[in-house]
């Protein structure tokens, strides 16, 4: 479940990277910045809902420090994406194909830190 909710994130990102540069006149470093932030909450949201559904948060608080976990979880892989795009995009790949390689860079830490920081909990082992 959590390769299928990424590989939807990642045609969410993909095509926001293309539609805002190609289409909106974005730098690849903005476009990449805002996909990659659209696609972190609709894969929150769907790993929540159906990657780790046995362990919903009772409250609209619990999922809020949730939700605030996952985004300072993110952060560092946020960055490390943007990274590693620009520096490929710098070396003249489409920042699609730069994005790719990125995210397969990023995808078993993605998992890790989801799995053991942000979707657990003490009464959700």
């Given amino acids: 479940m959590f390769n299928l909710v990424g590989f ?16 909106g006149g974005l730098s690849p470093l903005v476009a990449t910045a805002i996909a990659l932030e659209l696609a972190a909450f609709q894969n929150f949201l769907a790993h929540s809902r159906w990657t780790w559904g046995d362990r919903r948060e009772a409250t609209i608080a619990g999922w809020l420090r949730r939700y605030w976990r996952y985004q300072v979880a ?21 920042a699609e194909i730069a994005n790719t390689a990125a995210v397969l860079a990023c995808a ?18």
């Fill in 8 to 23: 939807a994130g990642f045609l969410l990102q993909i095509g926001a990277i293309a539609l805002l540069t190609r289409r």
């Fill in 74 to 94: 993110k952060t560092a892989s946020l960055v490390a994406n943007l990274a590693i795009t620009t520096a490929l995009v710098y070396v003249d790949l489409p």
């Fill in 108 to 125: 078993v830490p993605n998992f890790l830190v989801s799995e053991h920081l942000v979707f657990h909990s003490v009464s959700n082992p």
